[in-house]
């Protein structure tokens, strides 16, 4: 029997979790030309909803674009993955590619590498010389609207992960907003997990993507509407859970999209390998979540013996105190945090790392499973 749960990768189809409201509005903002900064804390499941918007905007005619920034390392790589997103998204057969490369990037000899898949896949890679890389980012720029205009289509281009182009020593955001302000027929959207570096970019009156786009913070996913979910997961493979032990099932996971279906995925394994497999109960769920740690557990001891020591101070607190305001005198004072400014540099630090998330002021950290680990460390 295949597992009603999915995590770790993008979710489809009927594992996708509900999120009803984020894509009628998403969907309808991009459509109509309006670009938009999706930001969230890691595994809130960005990417998986992005993926469902845009498959419903390709069935209204719109072209959408998808460019994983993820492994941007220099100039070269932008622009290769940048070209790579387009020309997959335009051209649909190898000629046609090359094609497509040669008329829009005549500076540009195109290396074509095809891949033994079905259906075929091909990826491109080039050599550039460095006095015609700037020639080429401004090429790169205006060529989804010249797409478009050519069409007559509308397009939506997704920069997934675009903080990371801040690790580049390049003026991409003056370059790319002189170009996207007049673009009256392509929709931007620009995601990260990152916090503090999307607040640098979008929201800092120095910068150049300064109000560039509509700020959409993605939340977690509401309880009812998870609790939906859960329940018609198991329902389909003919498993039954009771509401109190949803409760704890959502408790656990603090609600987090991510972790929930992890948690779930597990709980299924327990259950299908016992004799009463229909019946969840509060031991399964428990059994459930001590493999999901255990899972991660060589993991989480690498990333704490990584850690200095007032970031673990300052993690040790957060278990003790999840709801506290880090910076007040009475949570620094009884865990011995020191000043607040020794506090920032460490909050820095583990946002850095991807280990504290920041909502309404308030700092959590990112995994629930790592923050058992913690409290079971310190038990």
């Known amino acids: 029997m295949k597992n009603p749960f999915v995590f770790g990768d993008v979710v489809k189809g009927e594992y996708f979790t509900n999120r009803e409201d984020e894509l009628k509005e998403l969907t309808s903002d991009l459509s109509s030309g309006q670009n ?27 072209i959408p674009i998808y460019v994983d920034l993820f492994r941007i390392t220099s100039a070269h790589t932008f622009i ?22 040669k008329t829009n990037f005549p500076s540009v000899v195109p290396k074509v590498v095809i891949k033994a898949s079905e259906p075929t896949e091909f990826e491109f890679d080039f050599e550039a010389a460095k006095k015609d890389i700037d020639k080429v980012l401004d090429d790169l720029y ?8 050519k069409r007559r289509k509308q397009l939506v281009v997704v920069f997934d992960e675009f903080q990371e182009i801040t690790t ?25 997990s990152k916090r503090h570096l999307l607040d640098e970019l979008f929201l800092d009156k120095n910068k150049p993507l300064y109000r560039i786009a509509k700020s959409v913070p993605l ?22 859970i009771g509401e109190n ?36 109960t ?23 013996d990584g850690l200095a020591g007032k970031q673990k101070d300052l993690l040790l607190a957060l278990t003790l105190n999840p709801e506290a305001n880090i910076y007040s005198q009475e949570f620094l004072s009884e865990h011995e945090l020191g000043a607040p400014a020794t506090v920032q540099t460490a909050v820095k630090a583990l946002e850095k790392k991807g280990l504290l998330d920041r909502a309404n002021g308030s700092y959590s950290i990112s995994d629930v499973f790592f923050e058992e680990w913690i409290k079971r460390k310190i038990a």
């Open 36 to 62: 938009i900064l999706l930001f969230s804390p890691r595994r809130y499941g960005k990417t998986s909803l992005i993926m469902k918007i845009l498959d419903n905007l390709k069935k209204e005619g719109i």
């Open 80 to 101: 290769k993955i940048y070209t790579a997103a387009i020309t997959k998204a335009t051209a649909t057969r190898l000629d046609e590619a090359v094609q497509f490369l």
């Open 142 to 149: 205006e060529l989804p609207q010249k797409i478009a205009a």
């Open 168 to 192: 580049l020593n390049l003026p991409i955001e003056r370059s790319l907003r002189a170009k996207i302000q007049h673009h009256d027929k392509v929709a931007y959207c620009f995601m990260g």
């Open 219 to 240: 939340d977690k996913i509401k309880p009812e509407k998870l609790k939906i979910f859960i329940r018609s997961r198991f329902k389909s493979i003919d498993m039954a």
């Open 245 to 280: 032990l949803i409760d704890e099932l959502l408790r656990l996971t603090a609600c987090h999209p991510y972790y929930t279906q992890q948690l779930c995925h597990e709980i299924f394994n327990v259950c299908f390998s016992k004799k009463e497999a229909n019946i969840i």
């Open 282 to 304: 509060l031991k399964d769920i428990k059994i459930a979540k001590d493999k999901c740690i255990s899972a991660q557990s060589y993991a989480y001891s690498t990333i704490w």
